[in-house]
């Protein structure tokens, strides 16, 4: 979804992997924030340009239209105000690349219904007192977000637990029920 070449903020970037992966493969101007220290050393140790910092804080700090993708992998749903997050990453970046787990997959529901207890997957590997997912969707209630903040959905992929693509676009009715995980390329309406 990121052209070559473009100028990059990847939103809770872990220990950079990401970010080092489209320096590599696109050759994009990348920047990162990470709340985790142990994350900024991990990236920085690879050379790449990555501060700490709190999404749900920090990125008033940034300017509007800096960036061509605002990117926040598998970080939405630890996130204290999603809604302001998402927001600011669309006046940050041209577009905003979001992926999250899909708690409406049929296995999540299933081990809710069959044990009354959270699941824990490979996409939501936490016990539910020890995870750092506060805000936990459904592909479903991504798109009702969308809509309520006027966010046009560029593209979407639905995705299963190892990041490999689904034949279904996100978008797809069924796709609630059968991914597990979700990406979105968004941009200001």
Known sequence: MVEPGARVLDVGCGDGTLLSYLWQFKRVDGRGIELSMDGVQAAVAQGLSVIQGDADTDLKDYPAGAFDY??????????????????????I????????????????????????RMPVTPCLPAQWWDTPNIHLCTIRDFEVLCGDLGVTVEHSVALDSTGRRSRLNASHPLANLLAEQAVFMLRRS
């Open 70 to 91: 605002a990117i926040l992998s598998q970080t939405l749903q630890a996130t204290r105000d999603p809604r302001g997050v998402l927001t600011e990453l669309l006046r």
């Open 93 to 116: 970046g041209r577009r905003a690349i979001v992926s999250f787990p899909n708690f409406g997959y049929w296995r999540s529901r299933w081990h809710l219904v069959l044990t009354g």
